[in-house]
């Protein structure tokens, strides 16, 4: 039973426009969500992240909202340009996530940026 | 900062024989985790260490895996006898005090 899904294997943007891409979660314990992107032959990175408390996070071309009562989540870059090709995973926890409980990742969406 | 470090990068072994990865985690980070990522799955939390105590260790399949971090720094994850399914990649991360988990670059076993 998969307690993050991530429902879109692939999506393909264009250059300069926004990328969404969306999560979703079962377990109402999670409180702690986090985006990462790994890139072929690399561990995967932190990119952002949000808690449970807070319904928006901002960090550059990155924005992550999270709708508790929906279980979802979703990433937003604007504009989207051609090194954020890569696959991004959408995790979560019900701790802190830094030395507090391990992470439940969904299996990815691989995002395209097209020139 | 010097990253996470893991090795070998890449190990073919046939199934029933052992295999041992390594693990060096970031220097002062009191947490360690083994994650197990199948192709086309994300990672999978395999076993965590809180310095040199395990945490979880939930979805370790005990009959075969074994992990330890025996001075509560480096950690070796073995597995015997291997099987097929056993083919991923296993990625180390760690992290400190209210830090995200930081990962390495991974270990892709290929039991044959």
């Known amino acids: 039973d998969q307690q993050v899904k991530q429902n879109s294997p692939s999506l393909s943007v264009q250059e300069g426009r926004i990328s969404i891409l969306n999560c979703d979660y079962t377990n109402s314990m999670f409180d702690y969500f986090l985006w990462y992107k790994k890139y072929p032959a690399e561990g995967p990175t932190f990119l952002i992240s949000i808690s449970s408390i807070k319904d928006k996070n901002e960090d550059g071309r990155f924005t992550v909202f999270l709708n508790k009562s929906a279980k979802h989540l979703s990433l937003h870059i604007v504009p989207s340009q051609p090194g954020d090709s890569a696959v991004y995973f959408c995790?979560?926890?019900?701790?802190?996530?830094?030395?507090?409980?391990?992470?439940?990742f969904g299996k990815g969406t691989h995002l395209i940026i097209q020139p | 900062e010097a990253g996470v470090a893991q090795s070998p990068r890449y190990k073919i072994i046939e199934k029933r024989q052992s295999v041992a990865f390594w693990c060096n985690p970031i220097s002062g980070h009191a947490t360690l985790y083994w994650y197990q990522q199948i192709l086309g799955q994300g990672p999978k939390l395999l076993i965590q260490?809180?310095?040199?105590?395990?945490?979880?260790d939930s979805q370790l399949p005990k009959d075969r895996f074994s992990a330890e971090r025996l001075k509560g720094v480096d950690s070796t994850l073995k597995i015997q006898p291997a099987k097929l399914e056993d083919s991923a990649v296993y990625l180390c991360?760690?992290?400190?005090?209210?830090?995200?988990?930081?990962f390495g670059q991974g270990t892709r076993l290929t039991v044959v």
């Open positions: 991360a760690s992290s400190g005090i209210e830090s995200e988990a930081f």
């Open positions: 995790a979560a926890s019900e701790g802190r996530g830094g030395g507090a409980d391990g992470l439940t």
């Open positions: 260490f809180q310095n040199n105590g395990v945490v979880d």
